[in-house]
């Protein structure tokens, strides 16, 4: 999978990890029961994230005087958890070169953030990231009591009312600290290029000139839709999508058929897209699933015929969805119950 990503994705950092089992050794606060308690470095840490811009910030107290804080700004497509966590490490890198080394003091870290909390007490995280923070809490633990808490947001905390004015003022300017994209992001990235590819390849793949008709644009959507037909229905559809049905003009280059032309008019070919944009037979059929489609018109050369034109059903209409499934449904179903037994 890693392999994968690299190769598709170079420029594109993302946070995955193995997924090796690393324990977060400091002691965890998760009820809320907030106290400042005297000579302990108290600090606070929060993250922030909307439409313009992600960030963290984070501030540190001694008896209620600030003894350091911060700001940062972090990538657009970092997920609220990523600057959550972010502003923990950031801090605890910040604490471990502050504290002195002989200076054994306790050290509470305030969040908000529940799910960053879980994700350090999750012993096998596949974030690297989260593995990364948990080392350095741990480097911090070693020699600072450490204990990380669940702070309640927006409840009128001082120290994280503080960080969280932080993290706004990250969100909104530099500095700039980089973390690599949620893999959420880059399983997307991946994903967007590998329909382009595939599309890529339909546009260039020589004929399926039937098929092109109805499938212009590659889509992943209906294949859980088509899929859940009645077998025979679904073999169908897919000769009706494919021009191998057992029309005329298909069973004639088979050599199951004498002539091509289409039973209900004979004046054309025998194939689904006749019969489902020309044939004059189905003009009901044609009007009542198609009647406010700007490609329907009147032929004046054949009289008032309902039919699609074709220079209209353009590439956005030639996507296979959920529409064009129940319109070829349509036209088969008619066309079963007239030529089928
Ligand atoms: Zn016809």
Redesign the pocket.
């Given at each position: 999978m890693n392999r994968v990503i690299d190769q598709i994705l170079p420029d594109l950092p993302y946070d995955n990890h193995a997924g090796t089992r690393t324990q977060c050794n400091a002691n965890f606060n998760l009820k809320n029961n907030f106290q400042n308690v005297k000579g302990c470095l108290n600090v606070y840490t929060d993250g922030s994230k909307d439409d313009e811009g992600a960030g963290f910030g984070w501030a540190v107290t001694v008896d209620n005087l600030i003894v350091g804080e911060c700001a940062k700004r972090v990538n657009l497509y970092n997920s609220v958890f990523q600057t959550e966590l972010a502003a923990i490490g950031d801090v605890v890198t910040w604490l471990l070169n502050y504290i002195p080394l002989d200076n054994n003091r306790n050290v509470f870290i305030f969040s908000d953030s529940l799910s960053a909390i879980m994700a350090l007490q999750n012993p096998i995280e596949r974030s690297a990231e989260v593995q990364r923070c948990k080392g350095l809490i741990n480097r911090l633990h070693a020699r600072n009591r450490t204990v990380v808490c669940w702070i309640k947001g927006h409840a009128e905390h001082t120290g994280n009312e503080l960080a969280d004015v932080k993290a706004k003022e990250g969100a909104a300017g530099a500095p700039f600290h980089d973390i690599p994209a949620p893999l959420r992001v880059a399983k997307k990235a991946i994903s967007d290029q590998m329909i382009n590819f595939w599309q890529n390849s339909w546009d260039d793949v020589a004929g399926h000139r039937q098929t092109k008709l109805f499938i212009g644009t590659v889509t992943k959507e209906i294949h859980p839709i088509i899929i859940q037909l009645p077998r025979r229905q679904l073999s169908q559809v897919v000769g009706w999508i494919t021009g191998h049905a057992t029309l005329n003009r298909h069973l004639q280059i088979m050599g199951l058929s004498n002539d091509n032309w289409?039973r209900?008019?004979k004046?054309?070919p025998?194939t689904p897209h006749?019969?489902i944009f020309?044939?004059?037979?189905f003009e009901e059929t044609r009007y009542a699933q198609l009647a406010n489609q700007d490609y329907i018109y009147d032929d004046p050369d054949r009289g008032p015929l309902i039919r699609v034109n074709m220079d209209e059903w353009t590439l956005a209409e030639r996507i296979m969805n959920l529409d064009n499934l129940v319109l070829i449904l349509c036209f088969m179903k008619q066309w079963n119950n007239i030529f089928v037994n």
């Amino acid at each position: 999978m890693n392999r994968v990503i690299d190769q598709i994705l170079p420029d594109l950092p993302y946070d995955n990890h193995a997924g090796t089992r690393t324990q977060c050794n400091a002691n965890f606060n998760l009820k809320n029961n907030f106290q400042n308690v005297k000579g302990c470095l108290n600090v606070y840490t929060d993250g922030s994230k909307d439409d313009e811009g992600a960030g963290f910030g984070w501030a540190v107290t001694v008896d209620n005087l600030i003894v350091g804080e911060c700001a940062k700004r972090v990538n657009l497509y970092n997920s609220v958890f990523q600057t959550e966590l972010a502003a923990i490490g950031d801090v605890v890198t910040w604490l471990l070169n502050y504290i002195p080394l002989d200076n054994n003091r306790n050290v509470f870290i305030f969040s908000d953030s529940l799910s960053a909390i879980m994700a350090l007490q999750n012993p096998i995280e596949r974030s690297a990231e989260v593995q990364r923070c948990k080392g350095l809490i741990n480097r911090l633990h070693a020699r600072n009591r450490t204990v990380v808490c669940w702070i309640k947001g927006h409840a009128e905390h001082t120290g994280n009312e503080l960080a969280d004015v932080k993290a706004k003022e990250g969100a909104a300017g530099a500095p700039f600290h980089d973390i690599p994209a949620p893999l959420r992001v880059a399983k997307k990235a991946i994903s967007d290029q590998m329909i382009n590819f595939w599309q890529n390849s339909w546009d260039d793949v020589a004929g399926h000139r039937q098929t092109k008709l109805f499938i212009g644009t590659v889509t992943k959507e209906i294949h859980p839709i088509i899929i859940q037909l009645p077998r025979r229905q679904l073999s169908q559809v897919v000769g009706w999508i494919t021009g191998h049905a057992t029309l005329n003009r298909h069973l004639q280059i088979m050599g199951l058929s004498n002539d091509n032309w289409c039973r209900a008019c004979k004046r054309a070919p025998e194939t689904p897209h006749h019969i489902i944009f020309d044939c004059v037979r189905f003009e009901e059929t044609r009007y009542a699933q198609l009647a406010n489609q700007d490609y329907i018109y009147d032929d004046p050369d054949r009289g008032p015929l309902i039919r699609v034109n074709m220079d209209e059903w353009t590439l956005a209409e030639r996507i296979m969805n959920l529409d064009n499934l129940v319109l070829i449904l349509c036209f088969m179903k008619q066309w079963n119950n007239i030529f089928v037994n």
